[in-house]
């Protein structure tokens, strides 16, 4: 299948429906953390489909590599942050789990998706 968009993509698909997760998730956190850990949460996971999407429309490699780049820190913060809400009790422990192994499945897809564009990279002269 050829990639015409950033929309072919699997790795942004699944990375739109864990944003989707994320904010049903986020809606039973208590209201005193609406622009706290809520907030830091759903922009961080927004951040993963939009830094797919704008480095895929990048017109050069380099830059779409550090889309993805921007997009796997984005997982990290992700995931440090459910940590975060599980030890505070905002988050049970099932959610936490199915979230951090979706977030796990999206970032070795964006590593394998990395790794593809890095060999098809010209050799530096």
Do not use: C
């Amino acid at each position: 299948m050829k990639i015409l968009s950033y929309r072919d993509l699997k790795v942004w698909q699944l990375a739109m429906d864990f944003v989707v997760a994320v904010y049903k998730v986020t809606r039973g956190f208590p209201a005193t953390e609406q622009y706290g850990l809520t907030s830091q949460i759903q922009r961080a996971a927004v951040s993963v489909p939009a830094n797919i999407a704008e480095g895929q429309g990048r017109a050069h490699l380099n830059e779409y590599l550090h889309h993805l780049s921007f997009a796997r820190g984005s997982l990290m913060e992700i995931e440090t942050h459910l940590l975060i809400a599980e030890r505070l009790g905002y988050l049970d422990p099932r959610d936490s789990k199915q979230l951090l192994s979706a977030a796990s499945d999206i970032g070795r897809m964006l590593n394998a998706l990395s790794r593809s564009l890095k060999a098809k990279r010209p050799p530096a002269p």
